[in-house]
């Protein structure tokens, strides 16, 4: 059974850090592409970073610089370093793993991430 449990989420003030974490379990974690997804209310759902299996990263645009996606293949592990917070950055964060080119993904259940003064 396929487990990807998110943490590290929850209310920052703006200009502030938060780290959120997935642990994953039940698959061959060095086979899969990771990503970090968001979504904020009455949006959709949009890619946030994404790391390959063979560690190669892609950001979006309004979180370069400021965001930092890694993983830990030993621990299957993958974390999002979030630097700069702003309020626009609220959102519940969603980490996401994908065997590209097999047709298999899974989704977390999600992690509420609250930017406000």
């Known amino acids: 059974q396929v487990q990807l449990v998110e943490s590290g989420g929850g209310p920052v003030q703006p200009g502030g850090s938060l780290r959120l974490s997935c642990a994953a379990s039940g698959i061959i974690f060095s086979a899969y592409d990771m990503g970090w997804y968001r979504q904020a209310p009455g949006k959709q759902r949009e890619l946030v970073a994404s790391?390959?299996?063979?560690?190669?990263?892609k950001y979006a645009d309004f979180v370069k610089g400021r965001f930092t996606i890694s993983r830990d293949n030993p621990t299957n592990m993958v974390s999002l370093r979030m630097n700069g917070l702003k309020a626009e950055d609220t959102a519940v964060y969603y980490c996401?793993?994908?065997?590209?080119?097999?047709?298999?993904?899974?989704w977390g259940q999600g992690t509420q991430v609250t930017v406000s003064s």
């Open positions: 996401h793993v994908e065997r590209v080119g097999v047709g298999v993904e899974y």
């Open positions: 790391i390959t299996s063979r560690g190669g990263t």
